[in-house]
């Protein structure tokens, strides 16, 4: 796809005109063009799945790397096909177009892709072992006394000897 290629800004506006093309197209397909049922077997939909809501999210696991779907849909009449289902990623966009096997009308259902918070049980160091700081010297007043006096004692030297 050529918003590979292009900025994020441009990947925004292709992904505008995108929503707005699949919306447009929902507009003239077939009324009885709609999934019946959508469960999806390893994430969490959200919302609950409606048959005239195209736009949903899914958590799944961070080891989750493609969905498992089922789905029920009027087989004589229509062909569900399922893009972008793999290496699922955190913000990836899943399409599950179903056609009219007759007048190649589609209609398209769109998951975005969450990934699951996981809590961390592991203690850092610092939560383990105590940690003994230091107390910090400021050398910089004594060195600069030092090279002070080496400056004189040099002048002394080489002028006034």
Do not use: H, W
């Amino acid at each position: 796809m050529v918003i590979i290629l292009i900025g994020d800004n441009m990947k925004k506006i292709a992904f505008i005109i995108t929503i707005l093309f699949i919306a447009t197209m929902q507009a003239f397909a077939d009324d009885n063009l709609l999934i019946n049922d959508l469960n999806i077997k390893n994430g969490e939909l959200s919302p609950k799945f409606d048959k005239y809501n195209n736009y949903y999210s899914i958590t799944i696991d961070n080891n989750v790397t493609s969905l498992d779907f089922e789905y029920e849909y009027n087989k004589d009449l229509y062909e569900v096909k399922i893009t972008n289902n793999e290496n699922l990623v955190e913000n990836k966009l899943i399409y599950v177009t179903i056609y009219n096997k007759e007048s190649k009308e589609k209609n398209a259902y769109i998951f975005k892709v969450y990934l699951e918070d996981t809590q961390t049980t592991v203690k850092t160091v610092e939560e383990e072992v105590p940690v003994v700081k230091k107390k910090q010297y400021n050398y910089a007043p004594l060195i600069g006394a030092i090279c002070f006096i080496l400056i004189i004692f040099v002048y002394y030297v080489i002028f006034l000897r």
